[in-house]
């Protein structure tokens, strides 16, 4: 069976087929589902383009949330004023501009695409 690829990385060549798509989308939505994301709940993404924006992307839409994109090249201040405007309580980056930017909102949890992967990890608590 040939693989179908959805996206090629640009910057490390990385190929993400269909069936990786799948499998790392549907663990991201049992691990935003347990930390409490909820269907109509919005949830930040600030991630550079590739792979992990995307499954990031699809896990949110499957758990039912609401995906609030935040371009990563946005100065810190221009970062906080979305990310009140948006009223989330949960943020998926490892975009440090966009971590100290939630300081002051409503984020209380704050997920990297590691914690979307790994079931023994935990977001870091507000």
Do not use: F
């Amino acid at each position: 069976m040939d693989e179908h690829i959805v996206m090629v990385d640009s910057g490390t060549g990385l190929k993400l087929t269909e069936e990786q798509l799948d499998e790392r989308s549907a663990v991201a939505t049992v691990q935003l589902r347990r930390r409490g994301v909820r269907a109509g709940d919005t949830v930040l993404i600030c991630l550079r383009v590739g792979p992990d924006l995307l499954v990031a992307t699809d896990a949110v839409i499957a758990a039912g949330g609401v995906v609030w994109p935040l371009p990563v090249d946005l100065d810190e201040a221009t970062l906080r004023d979305r990310i009140q405007e948006s009223g989330a309580r949960v943020m998926i980056s490892n975009v440090p501009q966009a971590l100290d930017a939630a300081d002051e909102s409503r984020v209380r949890i704050i997920m990297s695409i590691a914690d979307l992967s790994d079931s023994h990890s935990y977001p870091t608590g507000r």
